[in-house]
Structures are given as C-alpha cells and as structure tokens.
C-alpha cells in the first residue's frame, strides 16, 4: 500500500480544538505567519499581502460560546458516564441498556441514556421505546421516559422512518450532539450513560468536548475475551488517557455461555491471550467484571424488556448487579445504594 500523502494533524491540536476544522489555505503559510486560528490571523502585519488572509480572517476562532450553556444545562446530573470500545459487536449498546436498567431498579434513582451512535441508533428498540417521537416544551427537548425514573434520547425519535440511513459528515454529528447535551431538559438525574459508536472519531470527540467543562466521571471499556476484539479496546484505552477522560474500568462481556437449562457455561470467544482481566491487569485498569452471554439477553433487548425484571436469578443478572457495585465503588459511590447485595 503506498503511504499516505497528507501529513497527519498533532494529537494535540486535534483533542484542544476537536470541533473545528483547520482553514483549507491556498498557499503555503509564510514565515512569522501567526497561524490560521490565531486571533491575529488575517489581520496580522505578516498577513498583508499573503493569498490566505481572507480565508484566515474569516476561520472561527475561540471557545466555544455554547459550552457555558451545557455546563448549566448539565448542572443537575451528578455521575455521566461513557460507554466506550473501539470494537464493534461487543455489546456497547445492549450493556448501556441493561446498566440503565440496573441503576433504575432502585426508585430513588434517576437515570438517563443519551445515544450517539448516530449511524446505528439501536438503544430505543433496546428499551422498547422505538415507535415514540421527540416532544418540545418551553424548557427544551423532553427525553422519552421508560419509567418514572428512567429516560432516553436519540436520534431514532427524529427519523421518519426506522430504516432511514443517517449520511451525514462530522459537522452536522457535532451539531447533534451539542443539541442533545444544549437542548434536551434532562432535569436532575444521578446518572447520565453515554452510548457510543466504535471508534475514535467525531461523536467521541465531540462527547468529550461538550462534557469536560461540566465534568466526566469517566469511562467503561466493553469487550469480548478474544483477542481481536482486545485490540481496539487497547486503542480506545489510549484516546481516554491522551483525551484526560478517566478509565473507571473494563468489562468483559459475552464471558462464556450460560445455559438457561441447566446455568452450565461453556466458552464460546475463548480467550487466547487472558481475555478482559488480563487486559486490565496490563493496563492498570480496576476490572470490574464478566458479564455471561445469555441469549435470553437478547430476546429481552428485542421486546424491549428489561432483562432484570424477567430474569433476576440469572447468572447474567448477578453479575451485571456486580458489575454496577464495582463501578459505584470507583466512582465513590456506595454500592448498597445503586444495587444492594441480594
């Protein structure tokens, strides 16, 4: 393969500024050239004369004026949580359903699930919410409510129909999301998890972006045991720690196959080289479980039932509880008081 001709953009510049696009110039930038978004460009000493100053001149420049706006927005959640991988097919959305679930089981807690994957949106068919639309009141976007204490917002509530494609390029991703976090009346709640598309691009960006100023607790890795799917999630370990999001712990999910006969597990993605815990141990990182593959899960998820209201004997179900236990202790949380011990 012929390697790439376009010299890749710093790191740096890329996490600081992850929601602008760098002017496209037309000539090289001169010497002593203050740089196309600095507040002098265009209107430099260094600028007179050079093809570029219009296009520097009109590049937007400083923060965003719109975070202020999210962080008061926001100001009433206390936890907000990422759900992240890299990986496609290890069970982001349907483990950002069910952990919606399991904080909610207890009344006194309210939780919302903001969905942005928004090429593949499959939280409100997850949660049984798939036929409703977006409502608008004076105080915002209203998030659809599954219960009394637990909501949920996506881009699945604005589409025509449920098989529409979404075909859109990075600018009108961000513009979403920031109406997600900006727009929706969220109201108070304990607990905010953020579903995300695999990779490492616009909408985590984007996510990371809006939600610093009002502050992120930090991120779930979800994977499976083998070791392709680990490969990513190593790359998804290296964006938190060169974006400052903390990794608050990894999770194995699909950890073997439960029978809902007789509960006797057998390895389906065997784990060639130590599978998630191996992971974590390497990484430095709390794990924080294994979550069984159930195919009861899935028939749950295609109803849009909760798995912890039909099956709460499980094994699947035990360990999601602990799962959230040690999530709530590394956050600081007490752990009776998302999931008490059964």
């Known amino acids: 393969m012929a390697p790439s001709l376009e010299e890749p953009e710093p790191v740096g510049d890329v996490l600081s500024n992850p929601l602008k696009s760098k002017p496209q110039l037309v000539a090289p930038e001169p010497e002593h050239c203050p740089g196309p978004e600095s507040q002098q460009a265009g209107t430099a000493d260094s600028c007179a004369g050079c093809p570029n100053k219009a296009i520097c001149a009109s590049a937007p420049k ?3 004026p719109d975070i202020p706006l ?21 069970g982001k959305s349907t483990f950002t359903s069910l952990m919606g679930y399991a904080f909610a089981m207890r009344e006194e807690i309210n939780v919302g699930i903001m969905d942005t994957d928004l090429c593949g949106p499959s939280i409100p068919k997850m949660m049984g919410v798939e036929a409703e ?18 909501s949920v917002m996506s881009i699945q509530f604005m589409l025509p129909n449920r098989d529409d494609a979404i075909i859109w390029r ?6 979403l999301i920031k109406k997600f976090l900006k727009d929706v009346d969220w109201g108070d709640l304990d607990f905010l998890l953020v579903d995300t598309p695999p990779g490492t691009s616009d909408e985590h960006l984007s996510v990371n972006s809006f939600l610093k100023e009002s502050g992120i607790d930090g991120a779930i890795m979800v994977t499976t045991p083998q070791e392709v799917a680990l490969l990513d999630v190593r790359r998804e370990i290296d964006f938190c720690r060169k974006a400052g999001i903390r990794v608050l712990g990894l999770v194995e999910n699909m950890s ?27 990484m430095g990182l709390p794990f924080l479980g294994e979550v069984p593959l159930d195919p009861r899960i899935g028939m749950a998820c295609d109803y849009g ?29 007490d752990p009776q008081l998302v999931s008490p011990d059964d």
């Open 70 to 90: 999210i962080s008061a927005r926001l100001s009433g959640i206390k936890h907000k949580i990422l759900v992240l991988s890299g990986k496609g097919g290890v």
């Open 133 to 150: 639309t977006i409502h608008v009141s004076g105080t915002g976007w209203s998030p659809v409510y599954m219960s009394d204490n637990l």
């Open 305 to 333: 039932e909760s798995f912890f209201d039909e099956y709460p004997d499980s094994p699947a179900c035990k360990a999601l509880k602990g799962v959230v236990r040690r999530l709530a202790e590394e956050m600081g949380v």
């Open 62 to 64: 400083g923060p965003d």
């Open 170 to 175: 990075g600018p009108k991703k961000n513009g």
């Open 256 to 282: 073997g196959f439960v029978c809902p006969n007789c509960t006797h597990e057998s390895q389906i993605f065997r784990a060639t080289t130590g599978g998630g815990r191996a992971l974590a141990k390497e």
